[in-house]
């Protein structure tokens, strides 16, 4: 499967953005699809999940109740609503998605730019 990650920019603290991630190719056999970040000088984390079959999400407890990860099936996207961004919400974006039967995140899309200022 392939993804293309969209929709960062600059915001200022407080604001919105929604990142996209369209996946293309055999989109058939995932489990699941994730949104991770990576600010200068740290390590990649994770942000948020979404189980393909089931629909259940997870999140890192720094953005609960202020991102939202969803999917729209008949564009074969997962989108990350990111809402009260702070400044350390701003990183490089990255969507992956993992394929059933796989024990890790195997496919990745390029990352997207998120900027928070204040």
């Known amino acids: 499967v392939q993804l293309q990650a969209s929709g960062g920019g600059l915001v200022q603290v407080g604001g919105s953005l929604r990142l996209s991630c369209a996946a293309s190719g055999r989109t058939g056999n995932l489990d699941r699809v994730g949104w991770f970040r990576q600010a200068p000088g740290k390590e990649r984390e994770f942000v948020a999940g979404l189980r393909w079959s089931s629909g259940s999400t997870s999140y890192v407890d720094s953005v609960r109740g202020r991102f939202t990860i969803s999917r729209d099936d008949a564009q074969n996207t997962v989108y990350l609503q990111m809402n009260s961004l702070i400044a350390e919400d701003s990183a490089v974006y990255y969507c992956?998605?993992?394929?059933?039967?796989?024990?890790?995140?195997?496919?990745w899309g390029q990352g997207t730019q998120v900027t928070v200022s204040s």
């Open positions: 992956a998605a993992r394929r059933q039967f796989s024990a890790d995140y195997n496919s």
